[in-house]
């Protein structure tokens, strides 16, 4: 059974860091295009940062660059998102989907192309 996994949300201060993970099974994770996503209350759904499938080619939402570093660990078929310098409205759940985006040069955070989601783990940037 394919399935993804996230976990490392928590309750964070405003400037501190998470890393989220995002671990696979039934699957190898590198053959496939990885994105996190995320969603506040009220709000639509929200691309944050993606990896191209096989390589390491990434894009970012600007709310995100320069704090934000998604990266993968092949041996432990897992991604990670490494955010820094969090701030109140980075507060959502953050999911992880996987897929494979063959018409694309580099992954696009758009996630009607993902066919495999995580069940989500809640970050919380409050003081």
């Known amino acids: 059974q394919l399935q993804l996994v996230e976990s490392g949300g928590g309750l964070v201060q405003p400037g501190g860091s998470l890393r989220l993970s995002c671990a696979a099974s039934?699957?190898?994770?590198?053959?496939?295009?990885v994105g996190w996503f995320r969603q506040a209350p009220g709000k639509e759904r929200e691309g944050v940062a993606c990896?191209?499938?096989?390589?390491?080619?990434?894009n970012y939402a600007d709310s995100v660059k320069g704090r934000f570093t998604i990266s993968r660990d092949n041996a432990k078929n897992t991604v990670y998102l490494q955010m820094d310098s969090l701030k109140p409205e980075d507060t959502a759940i953050y999911y992880c989907?996987?897929?494979?985006?063959?018409?694309?040069?580099?992954?696009?955070?758009?996630?009607?192309?993902?066919?495999?989601w995580g069940q989500g783990t809640q970050v919380t940037v409050s003081s």
């Open positions: 990896i191209q499938r096989s390589g390491s080619r990434t």
């Open positions: 039934g699957f190898v994770l590198d053959a496939y295009d």
């Open positions: 989907l996987a897929g494979r985006l063959l018409l694309f040069s580099q992954c696009v955070l758009s996630p009607s192309l993902y066919n495999y």
